[in-house]
């Protein structure tokens, strides 16, 4: 265990022996407390299948240990409280020429591959007034303009304020400012810069920036019935503006469909070439334990879509590789779902799609590039015995592009169990 990794146990444990020590003096502070401990073994595989591939396969096996803790607030008109995450992932497997999966921490000289052990302590100060509450310090933000990846071992972290008002009944409202963010491969805060996936053409004078701002309004009109309007600003980079709309509607018993329907407009703020529109909906029938879903995406402007280096993107065709947001591209998508349930098996899932993109513009007198993408996901979740809440899943993929990107076939196994500490 290294210098860094036993400075975050100790943490750990010093902040879990403040929270224990501290409840029989506070206890308003803590009765609406709770901690847990998730456990998260996860084996990843992708072969490049194109010729004079720089990298031939990427293959990792690691173990991550999440402990999380959310107090609760102190009585009075303005409450105050505190969260906690304590992050560590463990090599199980790797070497040099297997690295970069995205699951483990690198050295800074690459040809060492992967570190033993790599982690983070994050703390979050919260204020609450009324039905606002105000957030400072580590944040994970689930927002339409900054989705959080936590698509591997341990999930990306965000530094930064975020205030979250639900004072109207059906309406809320997010505000913030991010300054800093640690991939989910990393230990260290760093700057804040624009993905680079795909072929979106866009060219930047700024290497990052160091402030996201955002805002979002989202009002649920009915039970079936919401929409949404949120920015985003990368300062040196892009202003973004989205607006959405999901809409349920009911046919009959154990049957309704579902509308998903999204718009982005995206343009540069002065250090960039950013131009583009984005649109996508998706239209999605269920059926008792059935659900097939169809797909549109489409790109226009000057560039692909524009989003934090990191995160996800709140595109309907945003898979498990490839966005479908380079420059010009137009994207089809067809999905089957199947829950168990529906035949006495709960906790098992089924999921496959696939997706087929064109018109990308390579620039220049370059042919159009085109790309496809498969996914199958099957999950399992334990029901009941000494193994209950234990989850299982496989996940793969396979991408075939033309004229650009990467050919591969992925495969990812994720067994996870989270064990709630009070």
Do not use: C
């Not at 402030?211 to 920015?231: C, E, I, V």
């Not at 089809?332 to 997706?355: C, E, H, K």
């Amino acid at each position: 265990m290294d210098r860094n990794t036993r400075i975050l146990a100790t943490r750990l444990l010093l902040a879990g022996g403040v929270i224990s020590l501290s409840a029989p003096a506070a206890a308003e502070f803590v009765k609406d407390s709770k901690a847990s401990l998730e456990l998260r073994n996860f084996y990843f595989n992708r072969d490049y299948r194109q010729d004079n591939a720089a990298q031939s396969k990427q293959e990792e096996w690691a173990q991550g240990f999440l402990l999380r803790y959310e107090s609760g607030f102190t009585d009075g008109l303005i409450g105050v409280g505190f969260d906690a995450i304590g992050l560590l992932g463990v090599k199980l497997d790797s070497s040099p020429d297997r690295a970069g999966s995205g699951l483990l921490k690198r050295h800074r000289d690459t040809s060492k591959g992967a570190q033993d052990e790599f982690g983070e302590l994050g703390l979050t100060a919260k204020v609450r007034a009324s039905k606002s509450t105000l957030k400072l310090g580590t944040l994970l933000p689930k927002l339409p303009t900054l989705l959080a990846n936590d698509s591997r071992l341990l999930p990306q972290t965000f530094k930064g304020g975020q205030l979250t008002s639900l004072e109207l009944e059906g309406l809320t409202v997010d505000a913030g400012r991010l300054t800093q963010v640690n991939q989910r491969d990393s230990s260290d805060y760093e700057d804040m810069s624009i993905t680079r996936t795909g072929a979106k053409g866009i060219t930047t004078r700024h290497l990052d920036s160091d402030s996201f701002d955002f805002a979002s309004l989202n009002y649920k009109w009915t039970s079936n019935l919401a929409t949404g309007y949120s920015y985003g600003h990368l300062d040196n980079f892009y202003s973004q503006h989205l607006v959405n709309l999901t809409y349920v509607l009911p046919v009959t018993t154990g049957q309704s469909l579902k509308t998903d329907l999204r718009f982005a407009r995206s343009t540069d703020d002065g250090g960039s070439n950013v131009d583009n529109n984005a649109i996508g909906a998706m239209f999605t029938y269920n059926l008792g334990g059935h659900a097939l879903g169809l797909g549109y995406q489409g790109m226009s402007g000057d560039t692909g879509y524009a989003y934090v280096n990191g995160t996800d993107a709140f595109l309907v065709n945003f898979v498990q590789i490839s966005d479908f947001a380079s420059k010009d591209e137009k994207s089809w998508q067809a999905r089957y779902d199947y829950n168990f349930a529906a035949i006495g098996v709960p906790g098992l899932t089924f999921m496959t799609r696939y997706l087929t993109g064109n018109n990308i513009d390579l620039g220049g007198n370059r042919p159009e590039g085109k790309e496809w993408e498969r996914d199958t996901d099957i999950g399992y979740v334990v029901q009941s015995g000494p193994l209950k809440n234990v989850g299982v899943k496989w996940r793969n993929a396979t991408v075939r592009s033309t004229n650009f990107g990467s050919d591969l076939d992925e495969n990812r196994l994720i067994v996870s169990y989270t064990l709630p500490i009070w």
